[in-house]
């Protein structure tokens, strides 16, 4: 390659090589410097800016894109992050994480607009990312969320299952998939999986008390008490102070035991009221409470 024809620059804080290198890809590559800069500072208004210059001056170079990208994604602007990421993926199709940041933007779009269309849009760039890349556990978990949401409940089985496989320390994938299983009465798959998830998943507080929380809802239908209550007090030793509906749901349960557990049973209840039954949370309790109310005068008697 004659030198005429290629030059060395930094790029984002790495060293690389333009091909072509006229004035206006020195020039891009010098405006989204300055971008990352604004954006590191938190202006992000004006690294969009420098971006959006960027872009134009050099249409072609997709890592700008991203950069632009990801700046609309702080801002969480999403149909702007997902028609950005659509140039970006056509400038460079072979890249999977555009896809998948493409996709995500749109889930996030179809969550506000609850469009059936909306869905079906967010399904492609899922697609196309697992096509650019099988082992991206992300891709799976997303396209799943999507075949939910389009009355595809094999489909969402299967790709939350391929997302575990390929990420099985990643504790935020059990819970969803064994939540699908209990609403299709499948409880002895949703065991499983939480079981599984509890072993293997990387020690993650809020991920591992939504296992245990449905492990107790398994443990419910399956009318095994004494599991039950064990997964309750896992669940609430993990999360119970921010959740303050498993104070409410351990309580009860050993209000019910037979015999019941009364001491533990007041001191749990009381501390849901303490909790939940004041306040702007009152409303959100209110059913709860007034059963956390009947359950404590018939525990503490007259």
Not at 151 to 164: P, S
Not at 237 to 266: C, H, M, R, W
Not at 275 to 284: D, L, T
């Amino acid at each position: 390659m004659k030198l005429s024809t290629l030059c060395v620059m930094m790029f984002f804080g790495f060293v690389v090589a333009l091909s072509g290198c006229g004035r206006e890809k020195i020039e891009a590559v010098n405006l989204a410097n300055e971008g990352t800069l604004l954006k590191k500072q938190g202006a992000y208004d004006a690294a969009i800016d420098k971006y959006e210059a960027a872009t134009q001056l050099d249409p072609s170079n997709h890592e700008i894109i991203y950069m632009l990208a990801t700046t609309y994604r702080k801002k969480e602007e999403w149909e702007k992050v997902a028609s950005t990421l659509a140039r970006a993926t056509q400038a460079a199709p072979q890249y999977a994480n555009y896809h998948y940041e493409r996709g995500y933007a749109l889930v996030q779009v179809a969550s506000k607009s609850k469009q059936r269309s909306a869905w079906e849009e967010a399904k492609e760039p899922l697609v196309k990312c697992i096509e650019a890349d099988t082992r991206f556990a992300h891709c799976y978990f997303e396209l799943a969320l999507v075949e939910l949401f389009l009355d595809n409940e094999q489909g969402a089985l299967e790709n939350y299952t391929k997302a575990i496989q390929h990420a099985p320390n990643e504790g935020s994938f059990y819970a969803p998939l064994a939540d699908l299983y209990i609403r299709l009465d499948y409880f002895d798959q949703a065991k499983g999986v939480l079981e599984q998830g509890v072993k293997f998943a990387a020690d993650e507080s809020k991920a591992k008390f939504n296992m245990y929380v449905l492990l107790a809802s398994v443990a419910q239908f399956q009318n095994d008490m004494p599991s039950m209550v064990k997964a309750l007090e896992t669940a609430n030793e993990l999360g119970g102070k921010d959740n303050p509906e498993i104070l409410f749901n351990l309580g009860s349960t050993y209000a019910v035991l037979n015999p019941p557990k009364k001491s533990q049973a007041i001191q749990m209840l009381k501390k849901f009221q303490a909790q939940a039954c004041k306040g702007g949370s009152a409303q959100k309790y209110r059913e709860q409470c007034e059963q956390a109310i009947a359950l404590l005068v018939k525990l503490e008697g007259p």
